[in-house]
């Protein structure tokens, strides 16, 4: 099955400076990978997602790129702000599954 | 438009007892997932139901586990005989069609077994 592998686990920032973190994955069938946020006490929600079919995504402050030979792909978070610290964490999937593989999480937490 | 629902959020349980969690889809939803995330874990998959039907069941363990969705009402997880090692967040989340883009997750209950 699919095996995904997330760094660091844990990310500190001043505010204002860039996050990054990376993922690789093993199934080389894996054409889908979204990224999800999870606060304290909620569950998991959708912030980006991407497929295989193209190299990088970009939504405001956060952007995803892929590496389809280097099966890994990184969520960017450019100027940071205290309410994007929480726990992010990868997937991977073939796209139209139903399951997801994840990573264990990276906390992040954004210094004022 | 109510989100995917979950409850109790919180449950404590001795060894030895039964849990039981429930999950109310999205409006309009009839495919309903079980994850559980285990301390320092990311999310693993355990069951896939579609209304009255399990699809998949292959991450959730043999032994003591089991899923419903029945016609009319949430989406049971019930874990018989409970053990330390089921202490863990279980989040279901919902769909309208089969798929894993776009999944939206419930907040999760929180067992802890004593």
């Known amino acids: 099955g699919e095996n995904v592998e997330q760094h660091p686990s844990t990310l500190s920032v001043q505010e204002g400076d860039s996050a990054v973190i990376k993922c690789t994955y093993s199934?080389?069938?894996?054409?889908?990978f979204p990224w999800y946020k999870q606060e304290l006490g909620k569950g998991p929600q959708l912030i980006i997602d991407?497929?295989?079919?193209?190299g990088e995504k970009k939504d405001q402050r956060i952007a995803v790129t892929l590496n389809k030979t280097a099966k890994h792909f990184s969520l960017h978070i450019t100027e940071t702000q205290p309410e994007d610290s929480a726990v992010y964490f990868c997937a991977a999937s073939i796209f139209g599954d139903y399951k997801l593989s994840f990573g264990a999480g990276t906390t992040v937490t954004v210094r004022a | 438009n109510a989100g995917v629902m979950q409850n109790p959020r919180h449950l404590v349980r001795r060894r030895g007892q039964e849990a039981r969690l429930r999950c109310s889809p999205m409006?309009?939803?009839?495919?309903v997932y079980w994850y559980r995330q285990l301390p320092e874990e990311g999310l693993k998959f355990m069951v896939y139901?579609?209304?009255?039907?399990?699809?998949?069941e292959s991450g959730m363990p043999k032994e003591r586990f089991s899923a419903e969705f029945p016609k009319e009402g949430p989406s049971i997880l019930r874990i018989q005989q409970v053990v330390r090692g089921d202490s863990a967040a279980y989040f279901c989340?919902?769909?309208?069609?089969?798929?894993?883009?776009?999944?939206?997750f419930g907040s999760g209950t929180q067992l802890s077994v004593l």
């Open positions: 989340a919902s769909s309208r069609t089969v798929t894993n883009e776009k999944l939206f």
């Open positions: 991407i497929r295989s079919n193209v």
């Open positions: 199934d080389s069938a894996s054409n889908y």
């Open positions: 409006k309009g939803h009839s495919h």
């Open positions: 139901l579609q209304k009255e039907n399990i699809i998949d």
